[in-house]
């Protein structure tokens, strides 16, 4: 089993910076690919990017690409989404989930999810 909890969310104003950080627990945390999702009101969960276990791999949706970079510490058991320059349709809950195996962007690839939080840009 692994254990995902995420922090860093909060209310920024756009072109302005945030970093969330997802701390995994359990034995096999740094087994799992990471990857990054966020729901915004009234949508459906979209994928925004992943790395592999050992970070060799790492992808980002076209609307964040150039703007959030993953990544993550195995030592600590913990990844990142540092992000950049951000808009106000980057509003949403964000999510960290984790699988066995390679990165992915369905929904149903992953086994742990955390709880998310929240995200808000002003304009």
């Known amino acids: 089993q692994v254990q995902l909890v995420e922090s860093g969310g909060g209310l920024v104003q756009a072109g302005g910076s945030l970093r969330l950080s997802c701390a995994a627990s359990?034995?096999?945390?740094?087994?799992?690919?990471m990857g990054w999702y966020r729901q915004a009101p009234g949508k459906e969960r979209e994928w925004v990017s992943c790395i592999s276990r050992r970070s060799s791999v790492t992808f980002y949706a076209d609307p964040v690409k150039g703007r959030f970079t993953i990544s993550r510490d195995n030592a600590k058991n913990t990844g990142y989404l540092q992000m950049n320059s951000l808009k106000p349709e980057d509003t949403a809950v964000y999510y960290c989930?984790?699988?066995?195996?390679?990165?992915?962007?369905?929904?149903?690839?992953?086994?742990?999810w955390g709880q998310g939080t929240t995200v808000t840009v002003s304009s």
């Open positions: 989930a984790a699988r066995a195996g390679v990165c992915g962007n369905s929904v149903s690839l992953y086994n742990y």
């Open positions: 359990g034995s096999t945390g740094s087994k799992n690919a």
